[in-house]
Each structure stands twice: as structure tokens, then as C-alpha cells.
């Protein structure tokens, strides 16, 4: 059974980085898909990366693009998102998702079957 633990948030001014890690028990294979959400209060849940296979294939939100990037270490399938030129419309709780075998949508949440509990990130000006 996968379970997902996302880590590396917290409090950063306007312009600034961090980078979040999702890892855990059950990530070794049958994993195709992981991905990243985010959710900001009263705000629908909306995609943020994924990547396919380890990286053969990412997906950006148009929020994101050119400022956050996704990667996945091959062999523990751990999944990172490097955030960088914070803004405060980025602050919310990350999520990190997985799905195993099967063709998905890569940003849509309702296709992803194993989830952490998610990590804040607050981004002041």
C-alpha cells in the first residue's frame, strides 16, 4: 500500500525558493504518475506538476510554468518540486499524488488514487 509524506514547506517572502519533497513506503514500481497539487483556502484544487515515468514526460499548470519544476529519483520514485520566484498567489497546501498503471489525465486530481497529507506554503510580500 502507498503511502505518500510531502515535507520542505513553510514561510517565504515574494521572489524567494524552496523545494518540496514527497516520499514513503510503497513507491518502489507500479507507480506511472506522480504529481503535485495545491490548494488554497475556499479555492479549488488545481494542478500544479506531474511527471510521467520518472520524467519522460512533465506537465506544468500555467501558474507555474518557468518558475517550478518537477523531477523523480528513478529507483525510490521519490518526487520533488523545486518552487522558485515565489509568489503570494502560490501559497496554499501542497499536495503530492500518485497513480499507478493506467492512462490518466496528468493534472486532474480525481485521477490520482494515493495522496499525502499535504505540506503549507506561505508566501508573503
Known amino acids: 500500500q502507498v503511502q505518500l509524506v510531502e515535507s520542505g514547506g513553510g514561510s517565504v517572502q515574494a521572489g524567494g525558493s524552496l523545494r518540496l519533497t514527497c516520499g514513503g513506503s510503497g513507491l518502489i514500481g507500479n507507480i506511472d504518475y506522480m504529481a503535485w497539487f495545491r490548494q488554497a483556502p475556499r479555492k479549488e484544487r488545481e494542478g500544479v506538476a506531474a511527471?510521467?515515468?520518472?520524467?519522460?514526460?512533465?506537465y506544468y499548470g500555467d501558474p507555474v510554468k518557468g518558475r517550478f519544476t518537477i523531477s523523480q529519483d528513478s529507483a525510490k520514485k521519490t518526487l520533488y518540486l523545486q518552487m522558485n520566484n515565489l509568489q503570494p498567489e502560490d501559497t496554499a497546501i501542497y499536495y503530492c499524488?500518485?497513480?499507478?498503471?493506467?492512462?490518466?489525465?496528468?493534472?486532474?486530481?480525481?485521477?490520482?488514487?494515493?495522496w499525502g497529507q499535504g505540506t503549507q506554503v506561505t508566501v508573503s510580500s
Open positions: 511527471i510521467y515515468r520518472g520524467g519522460v514526460k512533465t
Open positions: 499524488a500518485a497513480r499507478r498503471y493506467g492512462a490518466i489525465r496528468p493534472l486532474h486530481a480525481a485521477d490520482y488514487n494515493y
